[in-house]
């Protein structure tokens, strides 16, 4: 949990610095690869559920939020569908670090690009007060919210508020399954 006087961009910029972390443990060639790409999809999936339920709307109702909300939407949909196919190959497949590395570049950008136009507009157009509430809605998002990632699921506010909670159960339980096998040498 945050501290209660962060905002959602202090929130995001944070969660931001942890993906990178993630990223370059993943292309450094960390020991601990299948742990580590569960940990970084669980974070990405999290952080862009909320970021769809929650910042997105908010950003939208600013003058010129659409045309930055689409744009972030679009990269988002292919990350997700990259993703899916990532953890589909393994960590252990021969393709997994050529695909791996495209999509840590388009991350990056991501992320770059959340901070130089969609945080920003943010921050001018709501209030403190706004921005804070906005971080308390985005960790009680992130709670209940799918690790893993969902393409067909759809990106609008309303498709992530109605099936998140479901995927994020459905996914917890398979986490749950996957690390009592890897535990026990399954």
């Known amino acids: 949990m945050s501290n209660p006087d962060d905002d959602v961009i202090e929130v995001l910029l944070r969660q931001h610095r942890e993906v990178e972390y993630?990223?370059?443990?993943?292309?450094?060639?960390t020991t601990a690869r299948p742990e580590t790409f569960d940990a970084l999809v669980g974070m990405l999936t999290l952080h862009e559920s909320a970021e769809e339920q929650v910042v997105h709307p908010a950003?939208?109702?600013?003058?010129?939020?659409?045309?930055?909300?689409d744009a972030r939407l679009d990269e988002e949909h292919?990350?997700?569908?990259?993703?899916?196919?990532?953890?589909?190959?393994?960590?252990?497949?021969?393709?997994?670090?050529?695909l791996f590395e495209k999509f840590a570049t388009a991350v990056r950008h991501h992320a770059s690009y959340e901070e130089l136009y969609e945080f920003p507009l943010l921050r001018a157009g709501r209030q403190p007060e706004d921005?804070?509430?906005?971080?308390?809605?985005?960790?009680?998002?992130?709670?209940?919210g799918p690790t893993h990632p969902h393409p067909h699921a759809g990106e609008s506010a309303l498709a992530?508020?109605?099936?998140?909670?479901?995927l994020g159960a459905f996914d917890r339980v398979l986490d749950a399954v996957r690390d009592f096998s890897?535990?026990?040498g399954h």
């Open 182 to 184: 890897r535990a026990h």
């Open 160 to 166: 992530n508020t109605v099936a998140a909670p479901l």
């Open 131 to 144: 921005l804070r509430d906005m971080a308390v809605s985005v960790e009680a998002a992130q709670t209940v």
């Open 22 to 29: 993630l990223l370059d443990l993943l292309v450094e060639g």
């Open 59 to 69: 950003v939208r109702s600013l003058p010129g939020g659409n045309a930055v909300v």
């Open 78 to 98: 292919e990350a997700k569908h990259v993703l899916a196919d990532l953890r589909e190959l393994g960590v252990d497949d021969p393709g997994f670090d050529e």
